[in-house]
């Protein structure tokens, strides 16, 4: 796990190296050629450049070791960021490309296109230096999530670094792409409406991208559990316990993305003395622990049959 946390740390400094150097280009460019796409680009780029930043930070504060203010540590903290990063694109990406969009339309004989060969150079180093970006991105990404489906991976994923950089490297391809129609159509057809409305669909884009990045990361944020594949196996690891009895409910949350508590009722033989049962609880722990490396913490609380019932909690037998 530290070996993945290493690679999108990789992913993110790419990212934000690449969009440093492009988010200065694509504003001289836009400039000098007035072209509403073109700002929109540089916004979007130097959105990104921020963006990139604050998942860094994210990533450094996660590590803190636990205080007396954070006793399960602070790995909430790159979750956090990371829906700081969803805001940030919305409002100041999204909305600043539309705000530059609209004005443009607005004031279009002030913003005809004369010569877009700047905007042409630009827009061609940009996409190389996109792709590279989007090329590491999407190396760690694959390594990542293994034989997963890519959305699969992304709403199960509990590292949002992992697939950050992948939608706004995805977004910033599209964009590109967005922004040559623009420029291409308004010189072509000596129509600046072409570039105005390209600033507003990238402006779009964005609040898209982070819209899927904020929803990805809202359950994280708030206290999400294990997935249920997961959570089968871990009952099925309780239950092969030759002293346990029942399972009762499991209930997990992440505290970042290596960090996972897990709490769980459960019933053991009757008669059994303390050694007996606290030899047991250590068995029970490590079968729950084994079962996936991210689990941190396990508390298990010791019921009887008729306190589980009692609680209405479901239970799982050992079928015997």
């Not at 796990?1 to 150097?21: D, F, P, R, Y």
């Not at 004005?103 to 002030?110: D, I, K, Q, V």
């Not at 409406?193 to 964005?206: E, H, K, R, W, Y």
């Amino acid at each position: 796990m530290a070996e993945v946390q290493g690679e999108s740390k990789t992913a993110v400094v790419a990212a934000v190296v690449a969009n440093l150097v492009i988010a200065v280009v694509k504003f001289i460019a836009g400039s000098m050629t007035k072209s509403s796409a073109m700002l929109a680009e540089g916004i979007h780029s130097l959105v990104d450049c921020g963006n990139g930043a604050l998942v860094l930070v994210g990533m450094k504060r996660s590590t803190a070791p636990p205080d007396a203010e954070h006793p399960f540590g602070h790995g909430k903290e790159l979750y956090f960021w990371t829906f700081i990063v969803a805001i940030s694109v919305f409002a100041i990406g999204g909305g600043m490309s539309v705000y530059e969009g609209i004005s443009h339309l607005r004031h279009m004989s002030e913003t005809t296109i004369t010569d877009p060969t700047v905007n042409y150079i630009v827009l061609a180093i940009s996409l190389v230096v996109e792709g590279w970006s989007f090329f590491v991105a999407m190396k760690h990404f694959n390594a990542a999530r293994g034989e997963t489906g890519i959305m699969q991976f992304v709403r199960t994923a509990k590292d949002p670094s992992l697939f950050t950089v992948v939608f706004e490297d995805s977004a910033a391809m599209v964009g590109l792409v967005v922004a040559f129609l623009g420029v291409w159509l308004g010189h072509t057809f000596e129509n600046p409406v072409f570039d105005g409305a390209a600033s507003i669909i990238i402006g779009l884009l964005l609040m898209g991208v982070a819209w899927g990045l904020a929803r990805e990361t809202k359950g994280l944020l708030v206290g999400e559990g294990v997935e249920p594949e997961l959570l089968t196996t871990m009952q099925a690891a309780v239950l092969a316990d030759e002293d346990v009895v029942q399972c009762g409910a499991i209930r997990s949350m992440y505290f970042g993305p290596t960090e996972l508590l897990v709490n769980l009722d459960v019933v053991f033989k009757p008669g059994m003395d303390g050694e007996r049962i606290h030899d047991a609880i250590t068995r029970v722990e490590g079968a729950i622990q084994a079962t996936d490396s991210a689990v941190t913490r396990v508390y298990i609380e010791v019921e009887s049959v008729k306190d589980l019932f009692a609680a209405g909690e479901a239970v799982t037998g050992r079928g015997e």
